[in-house]
């Protein structure tokens, strides 16, 4: 289908390719095909391709109103589906009710906070208690009304939550402002993740992507993104959806249509990942997958629990592998390479 | 929106939107001049009522280790009071304490401070009838405490202690009383604060995410909220004074005899005082109040020891069901003790206060939730009044301290209504069988007398049921 790009594109991966310059595969195996032909072009038409939209880039750099609404549906990088924007701007001032559209995210939040909290307290040695998650930096990428956000700022982290719907972080910025200690601990920004790429090289610690992937445009782009961003031996937590038969009747049919536990028309069946294509991506692209976990919903009940299978919704946590050795089988590197990817500065030195 | 009707139409969420809903009708009814958006200090949990239990409730919090960087804020209507050297006679006001309530008091460190003031532990309780032979005693095989007689002066003074070593999280208000509270709308408009909005006497403003309400039977906060009370005034007024015993015995048993005017208890203080809470008509009360010491003491030895009440035939039935049980049962019964007998009072020791009962038909609402008194009253027969509520601090403390853990936002319903499912199965089912007792031991009618005769003898005859009822009365 999709095409995991086979064992040649898993091997050029792990030698070194990354970013921009992971070598041009068949089109094919770009996921999310609505949102256009992005990254295709980009690489048929190699370097010369490159330099026209780094020189564009630069302009918009220098530009001082940047307006990060309209960069999105100019900019040929993007990660954003702007059909999707549409239908999250509808219920932006539905988040906090805690019973209505977006009451399943609330009750998710009982298994993935403790999630993410856990496995990175197991990870760090020690914590202080009554603020776990302090001194972590986290980045909530897709953060709507900041529902994961407030949980982890909470619990002591740095959260800076972004999302492309401008009334999302309106919304996020109002629930903010009336607590003093979340206030100071939260950052919220109405940009999407490209956007804030080249001033985040390896800010974050850990990266938070909660039920956004099966929303994005550019998967593949998308967590290229969230590698660069991210320090090394960081971590990127995914929620989302399997697609499989189960997915589409409980997901989409039962979920929206029967029950309306989901508002309508959220979620295209097209755009779920299985665990395994997710897993592969993210191998390819400098991670370490760690965990897969499945999660189910319980309707009657409104709660959510961890399950063995992963037929329906999941959760995954990879880690960002250590920056590996370049190798020659790297594309030629042009001198706007070089720039552009200053994380990688190290890395293309021994080229 | 069709997307609202959809949401909307979902039964299975409609109990919480209801309750969620009715909250915003009590924002009419306590309305307070409006000033200016106020940004106040915003409080995690605020804590209304310095009583034991609210006292309880903000050093549990305070202690908890998920609750290091939260604000706490007890608010108490009364002074601070000042904890210098206990006074050498009794207060006549105790407490029977469980080993429940007695595990969280050690939980936040309050338990050694009692065991460093004052407290008596006992073994056995053994409760009887006045209108025939039958009679129930309990006590625990292993020699372990049943419970613990403690005045309520010293629980608080050991209260008071542990508020004080978390002052950095807790902070303490005496002499302030709340006037009015603000509850957040529900319907989320964005630029409405979220929080309850507390408005004290001195004009201060105060907001938090969630308010407990600790403040008594007559709770404001439960009256603001607009919770239904169910109450039931006892035609009965409880009688407590300190009494001082005949002669030093190893004074370690708790008594308490059934009279038609209503139950007369003993709660051993120290081997040679002990304290009285005689439950019997307002009149009678009133009686007692005013008589002279020596009649006091009279009346109270022959309400321990007289058997006027009995009647021949009782008596004949009693002692033939009893013969039968010893039959089925060789191993036979714990043998019966006699009280001590009263020598005087303390001068000055005598007080009454009236009997009722009261049950909120809900504990908790969006933001708010009730223990102790202001979410159930009982009366003092079964000694389980501040149990209860020592009860309803452990478990909403561990329900708060998973919800911090968890991030979440403490004034969230959802472990709120947890919190209630529980300790509404626990307190409904103790509050229905405290009710039957006295009702049924209320009367001297034959039918009942031998209904409730019968059932003592053969409830002290089976171990397994009295076991089952001592752990759940020391929960």
């Known amino acids: 289908m999709w095409g995991c790009g086979g064992l040649s594109r898993a091997a050029r991966a792990l030698v070194g390719a990354r970013g921009w310059s992971s070598g041009a595969g068949p089109p094919g195996r770009r996921l999310g095909a609505v949102a256009g032909d ?49 239908k999250f701007q509808l219920l932006a001032h539905r988040w906090w009710d805690e019973q209505g559209e977006y009451s399943t995210l609330h009750s998710l939040n009982d298994i993935r906070v403790p999630f993410i909290r856990d496995t990175l307290l197991n990870m760090s040695g020690d914590h202080q208690l009554g603020s776990p998650l302090s001194g972590v930096k986290i980045l909530d990428v897709g953060c709507g009304g900041g529902l994961l956000s407030e949980p982890l700022g909470r619990l002591g982290a740095s959260v800076t939550g972004i999302d492309p719907v401008e009334d999302n972080i309106r919304a996020a910025e109002q629930r903010k402002s009336f607590d003093p200690v979340l206030a100071k601990r939260i950052q919220y920004k109405p940009c999407s993740l490209e956007d804030i790429v080249e001033e985040a090289t390896e800010t974050f610690d850990v990266i938070v992507a909660s039920e956004v992937v099966e929303h994005v445009a550019d998967l593949e782009m998308f967590i290229k993104y969230c590698y660069q961003v991210l320090k090394t031996e960081g971590s990127l937590f995914i929620t989302t959806i399997n697609k499989t038969q189960l997915s589409y009747i409980l997901g989409i049919v039962v979920a929206e249509r029967i029950m309306g536990i989901v508002p309508e028309g959220t979620h295209d069946w097209e755009k779920f990942i299985s665990p395994e294509e997710l897993e592969c991506l993210l191998d390819s692209n400098g991670f370490l997958v760690k965990t897969v976990n499945g999660m189910s919903y319980n309707p009657l009940s409104g709660s959510w629990s961890w399950t063995e299978s992963t037929s329906i919704n999941y959760a995954v946590h990879a880690m960002k592998c250590r920056v590996k050795e370049q190798s020659s089988s790297r594309e030629p590197p042009s001198e706007t390479d070089k720039e552009e990817h200053p994380a990688e500065a190290s890395a293309s030195t021994t080229v | 929106m069709a997307v609202w009707v959809s949401v909307g139409g979902c039964s299975l969420l409609s109990p919480i939107r209801g309750r969620l809903r009715v909250g915003q009708a009590a924002v009419l009814a306590w309305r307070v001049p409006l000033r200016a958006a106020g940004t106040g200090p915003v409080y995690d949990v605020v804590v209304s009522g310095g009583g034991m239990v609210g006292s309880a409730m903000a050093a549990a919090l305070g202690h908890d280790v998920h609750f290091g960087e939260k604000k706490i804020l007890l608010l108490e209507a009364g002074p601070r009071k000042v904890s210098g050297r206990l006074p050498e006679s009794y207060s006549n006001r105790v407490s029977s304490i469980s080993p429940g309530s ?18 008596k532990p006992f073994r056995r309780m053994q409760v009887w009838d006045a209108c025939s032979e039958a009679m129930i005693i309990f006590d625990k095989d292993n020699l372990e405490d049943m419970g613990y007689v403690v005045e309520n002066d010293v629980i608080m003074s050991a209260l008071t202690k542990q508020l004080d070593a978390v002052s950095d999280r807790v902070e303490v208000l005496y002499r302030s009383r709340a006037v009015g509270y603000i509850w957040p709308l529900t319907c989320h408009l964005s630029d409405t604060s979220p929080w309850v909005k507390i408005d004290l006497a001195d004009g201060r403003r105060l907001e938090t995410k969630l308010l407990i309400g600790a403040d008594g039977q007559n709770s404001m906060v439960r009256k603001a909220a607009g919770i239904q009370n169910m109450r039931y005034q006892y035609d009965q007024s409880a009688v407590v004074a300190t009494l001082h015993l005949s002669e030093a015995t190893d004074n370690n048993v708790a008594w308490q005899r059934f009279l038609p005017s209503g139950p007369i208890a003993l709660l051993p203080l120290s081997d040679t005082a002990s304290s009285l809470v005689w439950s019997t008509s307002h009149e009678h009360a009133a009686q007692l109040l005013s008589m002279d010491e020596e009649s006091f003491v009279d009346t109270i030895n022959s309400a321990f020891w007289s058997n006027l009440h009995h009647s021949d035939f009782i008596d004949t039935a009693g002692s033939v069901f009893r013969s039968a049980i010893s039959l089925l049962m060789p191993s036979g019964t714990p043998a019966r003790q006699l009280p001590p007998s009263i020598a005087r009072v303390e001068p000055k020791s005598r007080a009454v206060f009236p009997l009722g009962m009261g049950h909120a038909t809900e504990y908790v609402r969006h933001r708010m939730a009730l223990i102790g008194d202001a979410a159930h009253r009982v009366h003092p027969l079964a000694g389980q009044g501040v149990n209860m509520g020592f009860g309803d601090i452990a478990c909403l ?66 171990s397994p049921v009295k076991e089952q009822i001592m752990s759940f009365a020391s929960k």
Not at chain 1, 53 to 82: E, F, G, I, P
Not at chain 2, 102 to 119: E, I, M, N, P, Q
Request: proline share 2%; with cysteine.
């Open chain 1, 38 to 86: 992005h990254y295709g072009p980009a690489f048929q038409t190699g370097p010369a391709g490159f330099s026209e939209n780094y020189s564009w880039k630069m302009q918009l750099t220098s530009n001082s109103t940047r307006s990060a609404m309209k960069r999105l549906y100019s900019t040929s990088h993007t990660t954003v589906d702007s059909k999707e924007m549409n």
């Open chain 2, 102 to 119: 007695a595990t969280l008091l050690s939980s936040f460190g309050a338990w050694d401070h009692v065991c460093s003031l004052r407290f």
């Open chain 2, 397 to 462: 403390t561990h329900h708060l301290s998973t919800a911090a853990f968890n991030g979440k936002d403490l004034g969230s319903i959802k472990h709120l209504l947890q919190f209630e499912t529980e300790r509404q199965r626990h307190n409904l089912s103790l509050m229905a069988a405290i009710d039957l007792l006295k009702r049924l031991y209320s009367t001297s009618v034959a039918p009942f007398v031998l209904l409730r005769t019968w059932g003592l003898q053969t409830t002290n005859a089976l």
